[in-house]
T-cell receptor, first 114, second 113 residues
Framework: AQSVSQHNHHVILSEAASLELGCNYS??????LFWYVQYPGQHLQLLLK??????LVKGIKGFEAEFIKSKFSFNLRKPSVQWSDTAEYFC????????????FGRGTSLIVHP | DVKVTQSSRYLVKRTGEKVFLECVQD?????MFWYRQDPGLGLRLIYF???????EKGDIPEGYSVSREKKERFSLILESASTNQTSMYLC????????????FGAGSRLTVL
């Protein structure tokens, strides 16, 4: 069965620390990959996505993610977090050219202390 | 600004009541979805629809039904609410023209007493 795993359920950092959130998937075939973010009291929104091409993708607010096909991973990174990055982060995957329905990971709650 | 609008942000219902959650999108999207979001469980797909009057079960359809009579509107129905349906319900829409990126509504927090 298709699945998405986010290894870190809760992450607590101080401002200026570096961030890496893990995401691994088990899918057969070519995939589209997404990170969505939910800031406190706000809608879930797209942070970044990968469909093809350069495996290092950049999103909003200084976030980036790297697709490593051999590791079935799409980890989210930010070199220096801010208090405003406090949010819940969800990794999602769907099959390229196939089902448009994404499978979501369980989410990672990030708290950044000022 | 494009939007997915969920009619109710907060609802409190009693066990056994029928509950309607409404969702409207103004982006002419073909696909619409209902998820529930629970702490530690992420987003779980209840139902989705890829066209008017079409619906498909997601991962957790038990206790729920849906209706899509118009392209822009997708309703979630709890025929007889139970306490284990207390949750945050998220509506989303997408389109192949938009690379199937989901646009979410603000959510409807339902409490069943």
């Amino acid at each position: 069965a298709q699945s998405v795993s986010q290894h870190n359920h809760h992450v607590i950092l101080s401002e200026a620390a570096s961030l890496e959130l893990g995401c691994n998937y088990s899918y057969g075939g070519t995939v589209n990959l997404f990170w969505y973010v939910q800031y406190p009291g706000q809608h879930l929104q797209l942070l970044l996505k990968y469909f093809s091409g350069d495996p290092l993708v950049k999103g909003i607010k200084g976030f980036e993610a790297e697709f490593i096909k051999s590791k079935f991973s799409f980890n989210l990174r930010k070199p220096s977090v801010q208090w405003s990055d406090t949010a819940e982060y969800f990794c999602a995957v769907n099959l390229a050219g196939g089902s448009y329905i994404p499978t979501f990971g369980r989410g990672t709650s990030l708290i950044v202390h000022p | 600004d494009v939007k997915v609008t969920q009619s109710s942000r907060y609802l409190v219902k009693r066990t056994g009541e029928k509950v309607f959650l409404e969702c409207v999108q103004d982006m002419d999207h073909e696909n619409m979805f209902w998820y529930r979001q629970d702490p530690g469980l992420g987003l779980r797909l209840i139902y989705f629809s890829y066209d008017v009057k079409m619906k498909e079960k997601g991962d957790i359809p038990e206790g729920y039904s849906v209706s899509r009579e118009k392209k822009e509107r997708f309703s979630l129905i709890l025929e007889s609410a139970s306490t284990n349906q207390t949750s945050m319900y998220l509506c989303a829409s997408s389109s192949p023209a938009g690379a199937n990126v989901l646009t979410f509504g603000a959510g409807s927090r339902l409490t069943v007493l």
